[in-house]
């Protein structure tokens, strides 16, 4: 029986948590078989967080909520 692959949220919490770049994000996820999509308005706000090497779960989840868009660490109450 073969594994499932991570989902892409699992995947961008361990490389949040981790602290790994904006290029080290896209290779790690590439290894899933996924990416940061550059038209999806939450994926530019997650990159935008790495890229700018701001690790605050917090921070990123209000501007998600802000945009009423699905948090990634559920930190701001719902």
Same mark, same amino acid.
């Given at each position: 029986?073969?594994? %499932?692959?991570? =989902?892409?949220?699992?995947? !961008?919490?361990?490389?949040?948590?981790?602290?790994? %770049?904006?290029? =080290?994000?896209?290779?790690? !996820?590439?290894h899933a078989g996924l990416a940061l999509s550059p038209s999806n308005l939450r994926d530019l706000i997650i990159g935008d967080f790495i890229s700018r090497g701001d690790y605050q779960e917090v921070a990123l989840d209000m501007v998600l909520c802000n945009e009423q868009l699905k948090q990634l660490f559920g930190t701001v109450g719902e």
């Amino acid at each position: 029986q073969y594994a %499932t692959a991570p =989902e892409k949220d699992t995947m !961008l919490m361990i490389a949040f948590r981790m602290r790994l %770049t904006y290029g =080290e994000t896209s290779k790690f !996820l590439a290894h899933a078989g996924l990416a940061l999509s550059p038209s999806n308005l939450r994926d530019l706000i997650i990159g935008d967080f790495i890229s700018r090497g701001d690790y605050q779960e917090v921070a990123l989840d209000m501007v998600l909520c802000n945009e009423q868009l699905k948090q990634l660490f559920g930190t701001v109450g719902e």
